[in-house]
Nanobody, 123 residues
Framework: QVQLVESGGGLVQAGGSLRLSCAAS????????MGWFRQAPGKDREFVAH?????YYADSVKGRFTISRDNTKNTVYLQMNSLKPEDTAVYYC???????????????????WGQGTQVTVSS
């Protein structure tokens, strides 16, 4: 069992930056691949970034967002730069068993989810 708690969300102006954190419980954090997803109002949840043996990004955030992890702190991060109003959403972190997943962009690969943190980007 893995419990995930996101933090770091908030209100920021367009062009600004935020860093989201996701703290995980358990001793086997390093054996999980981690992902970030987001859900904007009225839209389906969508993939943002993944870190396992490789990193993957949604095209909409590539070059602006960076996913990283610190296994000594059981934490995964999402550094978000050059934020746009369309980045406004609830951001969720998720954990997938194993260091490598077949479909890192697919929600079904992830067994554990956090409660989400709100990011609002004003224009």
């Amino acid at each position: 069992q893995v419990q995930l708690v996101e933090s770091g969300g908030g209100l920021v102006q367009a062009g600004g930056s935020l860093r989201l954190s996701c703290a995980a419980s358990g001793r086997t954090f390093s054996s999980y691949a981690m992902g970030w997803f987001r859900q904007a109002p009225g839209k389906d949840r969508e993939f943002v970034a993944h870190i396992g043996r490789s990193t993957y990004y949604a095209d909409s955030v590539k070059g602006r967002f960076t996913i990283s992890r610190d296994n000594t702190k059981n934490t995964v991060y999402l550094q978000m730069n050059s934020l746009k109003p369309e980045d406004t959403a609830v951001y969720y972190c998720a954990a997938a068993p194993g260091s490598s997943v077949r479909y890192p962009r697919a929600e079904r690969e992830y067994d554990y989810w956090g409660q989400g943190t709100q990011v609002t980007v004003s224009s």
